[in-house]
């Protein structure tokens, strides 16, 4: 298992323990910081996302592809609002946790959106934070092929072209003109939503710097008078992250100045 599927698991597990439902993606904040930053504050924010991503599905929809649908929590509740999913993710540890929570009401695709190869076209393609991965124009050739009327997209794009490379593919001008150029879809709503994001950060620092920093330390010192030897090789192996534990991110000051959170509607010409 990956770095980064650890995490995800990790974050999906927490937000299951608080709230119930095992998001893993940002939360929604349309109020600012809240006044308590805890875990809980953090499920609900997601949860605020996840509902501001259903009210921007356009009526008559039935028929919804989930790209990038990771733990599953998305597509479980949209299959619970009446909607007939289809799910893909490259990940196969994420996708057995979201068949867990589907029950084989949904098809979970091992798969990567590029290798997405099939004749079926839904009402809706659905992008929640799994956009960025996608080279964009791959993406649009897909999606010419795969929407038969809408694409709704809630991530985050660049700023600057010169940083795309190895990272986010596009920036959010760069798609807006190769939409423009393609000529299969017209925007319908483009909306910044970044600084309705960036409190998902604040918390996390928060959790980070008064909760997990203290908690790993007070652990490094009980295993250290405890168990000397395996605490030497604990520090060998693991010091240098562990002491990052407890240091804030500082992505509530990065994040805007080099990325911006948006929520696209398209509709097909």
């Given at each position: 298992m990956s770095t980064k599927e650890i995490r995800l698991d990790l974050?999906?597990?927490?937000t299951q323990a608080v709230y119930g439902h095992g998001h893993a993606h940002y939360?929604?904040?349309?109020?600012?910081?809240?006044?308590?930053?805890?875990l809980q504050s953090l499920g609900q924010a997601q949860q605020a996302y996840f509902d501001l991503?259903?009210?921007?599905?356009?009526?008559?929809?039935?028929?919804?592809l989930d790209v990038g649908s990771g733990t599953g929590a998305n597509a479980l509740g949209l299959t619970e609002k009446g909607y007939a999913l289809e799910c893909l993710c490259p990940s196969e540890h994420l996708n057995a946790l979201?068949?867990?929570?589907?029950?084989?009401?949904?098809?979970?695709h091992d798969l990567k959106f590029e290798d997405y190869d099939t004749e079926r076209t839904f009402d809706l393609c659905m992008f929640a934070e799994s956009f960025h991965y996608i080279d964009l124009a791959q993406a649009l050739a897909k999606l010419a092929r795969h929407a038969d009327r809408h694409v709704l997209i809630f991530d985050y794009f660049r700023k600057d072209a010169a940083?795309?490379?190895?990272?986010?593919?596009?920036?959010?001008?760069?798609?807006r003109r190769m939409v423009e150029d393609q000529g299969v879809f017209e925007v319908l709503?483009?909306?910044?939503?970044?600084?309705?994001?960036?409190p998902t950060f604040v918390v996390l620092d928060h959790m980070r710097t008064n909760l997990f920093g203290p908690f790993a330390q007070r652990a490094r010192a009980a295993l250290?008078?405890?168990?000397?030897?395996?605490?030497?090789l604990a520090e060998w192996l693991l010091g240098r992250k562990l002491d990052k534990i407890g240091r804030p991110g500082g992505r509530a000051e990065s994040f805007p100045e080099r990325l911006e959170y948006r929520l696209i509607l398209m509709r097909r010409i």
């Open positions: 974050e999906a597990t927490l939360g929604y904040w349309p109020d600012g910081v809240p006044q308590v930053l805890s991503l259903v009210s921007r599905i356009p009526k008559g929809t039935r028929t919804i979201a068949r867990g929570k589907l029950r084989g009401d949904v098809l979970v940083e795309a490379e190895g990272g986010t593919r596009g920036t959010h001008a760069e798609f709503g483009d909306e910044d939503l970044t600084q309705a994001i960036l250290g008078k405890a168990y000397p030897i395996r605490a030497k």
